[in-house]
């Protein structure tokens, strides 16, 4: 409760002052010497891209000259999958990739971020690290790794592209699929789709060439501007209200190197902290009124919206929830974070998951 009541306190304080407000305090680093970051993000283009430059520029004048980040676009520097070595090696000061990306070095990273069929709304995600305990957790993981994890960026749900028409899940069989590793890539698998990972930058290339059917990114606003309705005709949504069933809520992050993290002041470690809150909320809004807009340019381009069924969310549950416990018991830090979300996604408050799907499944804690 009292994360909660400090980011309303903070983000009252910031939204009352503005910029120029924010810039009056004399917020010093360590050394009492300004400090530039070097952040490189996932967004390879499009909306998602410019609402991060737009933030990075805003960091300069808030913090009155004391911080001020550089950024990068996907692969502007390093590749996706070697964010977290180049952050960690100091090629990077800090890091806002897809939080799935780290399950490569930590596994419970599976757990904090969206899972199919697991936490469906933003919100949800909010009380899991700001009132359950995720955010404490995250940063001891992190820590071991020789980075701070700041906090989650929200994004919005996933969407499928595809060539052919799907239109259940026994269409995904047989389909070569796009994903992002994993928990996902093991529950299409177990759907008989033929799945590959690939980082963002390389979908629109893979699908023009014919390398796969079928690839899952980001929301409309952004996969539009990357090409996608130029390389397939149909998108894959779930039943009304629930826009993916396998990542219904996307989420990113900003991580820091260690030693980045630990040159700054308490005061700016607050001020980051807040900012990344900031960029939180503004990344989401922003990026939903955009889908809003994308809808329409991909009816006017073709694109057939195909939508699963009740059924297939059916299911594709009684197919996830072993895969969950699976992935849970591979570690006791996976166990933990798991077990958090689950008595969650069980209790009176959400009710995602009857009690008799998880009966004679156990956690190794």
């Known amino acids: 409760m009292t994360n909660r009541v400090t980011r309303r306190r903070a983000l009252t304080g910031i939204a009352g002052m503005g910029a120029a407000g924010l810039a009056a305090p004399h917020i010093a680093t360590a050394q009492g010497q300004p400090t530039n ?5 996932s967004w390879p283009g499009g909306a998602g891209l410019q609402i991060f430059r737009d933030w990075c520029a805003s960091i300069e004048e808030k913090s ?11 692969n502007d520097v390093v590749g996706d999958f070697q964010l977290y070595d180049a952050v960690k090696n100091g090629v990077l000061d800090a890091v806002n990739p897809f939080t799935i990306y780290a399950q490569g070095i930590i596994p419970a990273a599976v757990f904090l971020t969206s899972f199919p069929l697991g936490l469906r709304n933003p919100a949800e995600y909010d009380t899991f690290y700001y009132g359950l305990g995720g955010l404490e957790i995250a940063r001891e993981l992190y820590a ?50 033929e799945t590959t990972v690939l980082p963002g930058s390389e979908i629109f290339p893979a699908l023009e060439r014919g390398t796969i059917d079928v690839a899952d990114y980001t929301g409309p606003a952004v996969n539009y501007a990357l090409g996608f309705s130029q390389v397939t005709d149909y998108i894959v949504l779930g ?18 190197g260690q030693q980045a993290w630990d ?12 900012e990344t809150h900031v960029y939180s909320d503004m990344h989401h809004a922003a990026i939903q009124a955009a889908d809003q807009e994308a809808w329409g340019k991909f009816e ?11 059924d297939d969310v059916e299911l594709m549950t009684e197919v996830a929830v072993p895969i ?15 077990k958090i979300i689950l008595d969650y996604m069980q209790s009176g408050s959400l009710g995602y998951v009857d009690p008799a799907l998880t009966e004679g499944l156990s956690l190794d804690l």
Request: aromatic share 10%; charged share 20%; net charge neutral.
């Open 64 to 74: 009155g000259g004391e911080l001020s980040f550089t950024p990068f676009g996907a």
């Open 324 to 338: 969950w416990f699976d992935y849970a018991n591979r570690d006791p830090d996976s166990a933990r974070v798991f």
């Open 263 to 274: 040159n700054l002041s308490p005061q700016m470690k607050q001020f980051v902290e807040m």
């Open 239 to 256: 039943p009304p209200g629930f826009m993916s069933v396998y990542q219904p809520v996307d989420i990113m992050d900003i991580t820091v």
């Open 37 to 41: 970051w070097k952040i490189q993000t």
């Open 300 to 310: 006017a381009d073709g694109t057939e919206i195909t939508r699963l069924t009740a």
């Open 144 to 193: 071991r790794q020789g980075m701070h994890f700041v906090g989650p960026v929200h994004h919005g749900a996933n969407i499928i592209h595809s060539k052919v028409p799907i239109r259940s899940i026994d269409d995904f069989r047989g389909r070569k699929m796009r994903l992002p590793g994993g928990m996902v890539a093991d529950i299409f698998t177990e759907l008989g789709a």
